[in-house]
């Protein structure tokens, strides 16, 4: 390598073509105590690893757990790595990868503010009919609207809404549950 050739802005070695990065989603059952959350973020951001989506809430009250879903992308390596490590956290009780686990329901809820009058906003009711969006707020100018789904039908829809007045977008994070009978 010549010294013009640029260097990667990443502490890791290029993945082989093989291990091509992937998105995963994991769930994290962590005691419901301060700090723990902070310890988990600290983890990713200490070692680079990045966090495309991020959810938490008490799940058992009575037990004082919640739970953490983490939607990030790495190559099977990285992803197994960012498992083991969270699995060595003194609050985490469980670590499931919910993409590679079974079969299971991710979903995400947005808030999407439109403007518009005349076409436009014939337009903006006609697609959020379509993609089963609820108004929850109206006035003569402008929606809002509540979407429910996939990350991807949350994308479309919003990619869709930018031409017609798109103002701004509030998004949950994607929240997962495995199929069938059995608990996580």
């Known amino acids: 390598m010549n010294s013009l050739t640029p260097t990667s802005a990443t502490h890791y070695p290029a993945a082989p ?78 670590v499931v990868d919910m993409t590679v686990n079974g079969p299971s329901i991710q979903r995400e809820l947005a808030m999407v503010k439109v403007r518009g009058k005349g076409d436009h906003r014939v337009e903006a009711l006609r697609l959020a009919d379509a993609f089963r969006a609820r108004v929850i707020d109206a006035s003569i100018e402008s929606f809002v609207f509540e979407i429910t789904g996939a990350t991807d039908k949350i994308d479309q829809f919003v990619n869709l809404m930018i031409p017609i007045g798109l103002v701004e977008v509030s998004r949950t994070g994607v929240v997962a549950i495995a199929r069938g009978p059995e608990g996580m």
């Open 17 to 94: 073509a093989s291990q091509a990065a992937e998105s995963h989603t994991l769930s994290v059952i962590v005691d419901n105590e301060p700090g723990v959350l902070a310890r988990v973020i600290g983890l990713f951001s200490g070692r680079g690893y990045n966090i495309e989506s991020l959810t938490v809430s008490e799940t058992e009250h009575e037990r004082h757990l919640s739970r953490i879903t983490i939607v990030t992308t790495g190559t099977p390596m990285v992803i197994e790595q960012i498992k083991n490590q969270l699995d060595r956290q003194v609050p985490v009780h469980r």
